[in-house]
C-alpha cells in the first residue's frame, strides 16, 4: 500500500499535477484511507479529503499572513496545473493559522500541549486531493524531481484504483466521556467577564470575547471521522473541517462562520455575533428569535463586528454592501447574522484580506489589539488554532477562509474543546456561561 506521504518540494524544482473524474463512495470513507497528514473540508460548493504532503509551508509571529502570502506564490509558479481540470480539482493549500501571532512556548509535549504540532501558519499541498465538485467527483496527484510526472501518473492510478474500490465504512458509536474539565470555572469566569466589563466601563475597550476550554477524558479512542460524518446531520450548512498533521492532535469542527471568500475581485464575508438558545417548541423558538431580533445587548455585539469589517474592507475595495440582518438557525444557538459584500480595487491575494480581518470582534474585540491583550491575560489556556482563520488557497490567490469556531482538538482520548462569548457591557456571566454550554454541544454530543 502506497503511503501518502509525498516528497517535499525542494527550492526551484517543478511540481506535476495529474487529475482525471473518479466515482467512488463517500468522502468519509476516503478520509478513512489517508494516515496523517490528511486534511478535510466540507462546504457548501466544494467538499475535499487529501493526503500526505508534496509541499509544506509555514511562519512564525506576527508576520505569517505576508510570509505565506509570499511562499504560496512563489510555490504555485512552479506547479503545472492542466487546463482540463475543472477549477475545484486544481491543487489547493490546505492549512490554518494561529489566533495570535505572539510566541509560544515551543517546549511544551503533547500531554499537555495539544497544539505542538500546530505552528502559528502551517499550510500543505497535498500529495493526493478528491475533490467533490458540482462537475462531479475528481482525484488530482502533484509530484515533484526528476520523474514527477512518472511519479504523479502512478500515485493517479493506483489512488484511482484504491478508491474505487473502498467500502462504505460503518459508523461507530460515540466513545462515552469519562470525566471533563472547565478552564476557567464557573467563578473564575465570572471574575474573567466582571474584569472585561470593569475593562469597558474605564474606556480601555469596547467589547471582548472570552473563550472556555472544556477538557475531556474519552473511555475509548475518538474517532474523528466518524464525528465530522455525525456533524453533517447534526450541523448541515455548516463548514466542517479537519486538519491531522502528522503525529499530532486533530483539529476538527463545524462552525457557521465563513471569515472570507475571494473569487476574483469579488469578497464575500459576513458578521456573526449575538446568541440566543433554540427553543422546545415552534413557538418558543419564534419567541427566542424575537428576543434575539430586539435585544439591544445582542445588537450592540453585533454591529461592532458589522462596522468594523465594513471599516477594514473599505480601503481595498471600490464597493461594500451589507445585506439584511437575519437570524442563523443551528441545532443549538440562534445568532445574528449579516452578509457583506464588497468588490476589490484591484488584484489581491485572499490572505491579504484574511489578515485585515482577522480577529474579527466576534472572536477578538474592539479595539482587536487591546482585545487580544486582554484575552492572553484573561484566558487561562492557549488558543492555538481555535478561532483562527482555516481554509485553502489556490494558484489565482483565491480562496475561502472559515472561522474555527465549534471546534476542538483531538489525541487519542483526550479532546478539549472550546467556545466563546461576546462581552460587552450589559453582559451577565450567568446567561454567557449558559451560552457557552449550548455552543459545546454538537461536539460535545458526540463524544
Ligand atoms: C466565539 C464564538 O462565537 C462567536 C460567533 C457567534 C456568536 C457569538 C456570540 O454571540 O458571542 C460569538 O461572537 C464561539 O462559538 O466560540
Given at each position: 500500500m502506497e503511503s501518502t506521504r509525498g516528497d517535499e518540494v525542494a527550492a526551484g524544482e517543478p511540481c506535476v499535477v495529474q487529475g482525471c473524474a473518479i466515482?467512488?463512495?463517500s468522502l468519509r470513507s476516503a478520509l478513512e484511507l489517508f494516515d496523517a497528514p490528511r486534511t478535510?473540508?466540507?462546504a457548501p460548493t466544494t467538499s475535499v479529503v487529501a493526503g500526505g504532503t508534496t509541499a509544506t509551508l509555514t511562519a512564525t509571529g506576527a508576520c505569517r499572513f505576508e510570509k505565506l502570502r509570499t511562499d504560496a506564490r512563489a510555490l504555485f509558479r512552479r506547479v503545472d496545473t492542466p487546463d482540463t481540470l475543472p477549477d475545484g480539482a486544481r491543487p489547493r493549500l490546505f492549512g490554518g493559522f494561529s489566533f495570535t501571532g505572539t510566541e509560544r512556548d515551543t517546549n511544551r509535549t503533547m500531554e499537555n500541549e495539544p497544539w505542538a504540532a500546530y505552528p502559528d501558519a502551517h499550510f500543505v499541498l497535498p500529495a493526493v486531493q478528491v475533490s467533490v465538485t458540482s462537475d462531479?467527483?475528481?482525484?488530482t496527484t502533484t509530484a515533484l524531481g526528476a520523474d514527477a510526472k512518472m511519479k504523479a501518473s502512478e500515485r493517479l492510478t493506483r489512488w484511482r484504483d484504491r478508491l474505487t474500490a473502498i467500502p462504505e465504512f460503518d459508523r461507530g458509536n460515540p466513545p462515552g466521556v469519562q470525566s471533563q474539565q472547565h478552564t476557567p470555572t464557573l467563578p473564575g469566569w465570572r471574575d474573567g467577564v466582571e474584569s472585561v466589563i470593569d475593562r469597558i466601563d474605564r474606556g480601555a475597550v469596547k467589547k471582548i470575547v472570552l473563550a472556555k476550554a472544556l477538557s475531556a477524558r474519552l473511555d475509548r479512542e475518538l474517532s474523528v471521522v466518524d464525528v465530522l460524518a455525525r456533524l453533517g446531520e447534526s450541523y448541515p450548512g455548516c463548514y466542517r473541517f479537519l486538519f491531522e498533521p502528522a503525529g499530532g492532535a486533530t483539529f476538527f469542527g463545524a462552525t457557521p462562520e465563513r471569515l472570507v471568500s475571494l473569487r476574483g475581485r469579488t469578497v464575500d464575508t459576513e458578521a456573526l455575533a449575538g446568541s440566543i438558545g433554540r427553543g422546545e417548541t415552534d413557538d418558543e423558538d419564534d419567541w427566542l428569535e424575537q428576543e434575539l431580533r430586539k435585544s439591544d445587548k445582542n445588537n450592540h455585539e453585533h454591529d461592532l463586528v458589522v462596522d468594523t469589517i465594513h471599516r477594514q474592507l473599505d480601503s481595498v475595495t471600490d464597493s461594500v454592501e451589507t445585506g439584511s440582518r437575519t437570524v442563523r438557525k443551528l441545532s443549538t444557538v440562534q445568532h445574528l447574522q449579516t452578509p457583506i459584500r464588497g468588490t476589490l480595487d484591484g488584484d489581491r491575494h485572499v490572505l491579504e484580506l484574511v489578515e485585515r480581518l482577522h480577529p474579527t470582534p466576534a472572536v477578538g474585540g474592539l479595539p482587536p489589539v487591546g482585545a487580544t491583550r486582554?484575552?492572553?491575560?484573561?484566558?487561562?489556556f492557549d488558543r492555538g488554532w481555535y478561532a483562527s482563520p482555516v481554509g485553502w488557497m489556490d494558484a489565482d490567490g483565491n480562496g475561502t477562509f472559515?472561522?474555527?469556531i465549534r471546534s476542538a482538538v483531538a489525541k487519542a482520548t483526550e479532546v478539549r474543546l472550546f467556545a466563546g462569548a461576546g462581552i460587552v457591557s450589559d453582559s451577565n456571566p450567568d446567561e454567557e456561561w449558559?451560552?457557552?454550554?449550548?455552543?459545546?454541544?454538537?461536539?460535545?454530543?458526540?463524544?
Amino acid at each position: 500500500m502506497e503511503s501518502t506521504r509525498g516528497d517535499e518540494v525542494a527550492a526551484g524544482e517543478p511540481c506535476v499535477v495529474q487529475g482525471c473524474a473518479i466515482e467512488m463512495p463517500s468522502l468519509r470513507s476516503a478520509l478513512e484511507l489517508f494516515d496523517a497528514p490528511r486534511t478535510g473540508w466540507v462546504a457548501p460548493t466544494t467538499s475535499v479529503v487529501a493526503g500526505g504532503t508534496t509541499a509544506t509551508l509555514t511562519a512564525t509571529g506576527a508576520c505569517r499572513f505576508e510570509k505565506l502570502r509570499t511562499d504560496a506564490r512563489a510555490l504555485f509558479r512552479r506547479v503545472d496545473t492542466p487546463d482540463t481540470l475543472p477549477d475545484g480539482a486544481r491543487p489547493r493549500l490546505f492549512g490554518g493559522f494561529s489566533f495570535t501571532g505572539t510566541e509560544r512556548d515551543t517546549n511544551r509535549t503533547m500531554e499537555n500541549e495539544p497544539w505542538a504540532a500546530y505552528p502559528d501558519a502551517h499550510f500543505v499541498l497535498p500529495a493526493v486531493q478528491v475533490s467533490v465538485t458540482s462537475d462531479g467527483t475528481w482525484l488530482t496527484t502533484t509530484a515533484l524531481g526528476a520523474d514527477a510526472k512518472m511519479k504523479a501518473s502512478e500515485r493517479l492510478t493506483r489512488w484511482r484504483d484504491r478508491l474505487t474500490a473502498i467500502p462504505e465504512f460503518d459508523r461507530g458509536n460515540p466513545p462515552g466521556v469519562q470525566s471533563q474539565q472547565h478552564t476557567p470555572t464557573l467563578p473564575g469566569w465570572r471574575d474573567g467577564v466582571e474584569s472585561v466589563i470593569d475593562r469597558i466601563d474605564r474606556g480601555a475597550v469596547k467589547k471582548i470575547v472570552l473563550a472556555k476550554a472544556l477538557s475531556a477524558r474519552l473511555d475509548r479512542e475518538l474517532s474523528v471521522v466518524d464525528v465530522l460524518a455525525r456533524l453533517g446531520e447534526s450541523y448541515p450548512g455548516c463548514y466542517r473541517f479537519l486538519f491531522e498533521p502528522a503525529g499530532g492532535a486533530t483539529f476538527f469542527g463545524a462552525t457557521p462562520e465563513r471569515l472570507v471568500s475571494l473569487r476574483g475581485r469579488t469578497v464575500d464575508t459576513e458578521a456573526l455575533a449575538g446568541s440566543i438558545g433554540r427553543g422546545e417548541t415552534d413557538d418558543e423558538d419564534d419567541w427566542l428569535e424575537q428576543e434575539l431580533r430586539k435585544s439591544d445587548k445582542n445588537n450592540h455585539e453585533h454591529d461592532l463586528v458589522v462596522d468594523t469589517i465594513h471599516r477594514q474592507l473599505d480601503s481595498v475595495t471600490d464597493s461594500v454592501e451589507t445585506g439584511s440582518r437575519t437570524v442563523r438557525k443551528l441545532s443549538t444557538v440562534q445568532h445574528l447574522q449579516t452578509p457583506i459584500r464588497g468588490t476589490l480595487d484591484g488584484d489581491r491575494h485572499v490572505l491579504e484580506l484574511v489578515e485585515r480581518l482577522h480577529p474579527t470582534p466576534a472572536v477578538g474585540g474592539l479595539p482587536p489589539v487591546g482585545a487580544t491583550r486582554a484575552i492572553e491575560e484573561l484566558e487561562g489556556f492557549d488558543r492555538g488554532w481555535y478561532a483562527s482563520p482555516v481554509g485553502w488557497m489556490d494558484a489565482d490567490g483565491n480562496g475561502t477562509f472559515v472561522v474555527a469556531i465549534r471546534s476542538a482538538v483531538a489525541k487519542a482520548t483526550e479532546v478539549r474543546l472550546f467556545a466563546g462569548a461576546g462581552i460587552v457591557s450589559d453582559s451577565n456571566p450567568d446567561e454567557e456561561w449558559d451560552e457557552l454550554r449550548l455552543k459545546f454541544r454538537p461536539i460535545l454530543d458526540e463524544l
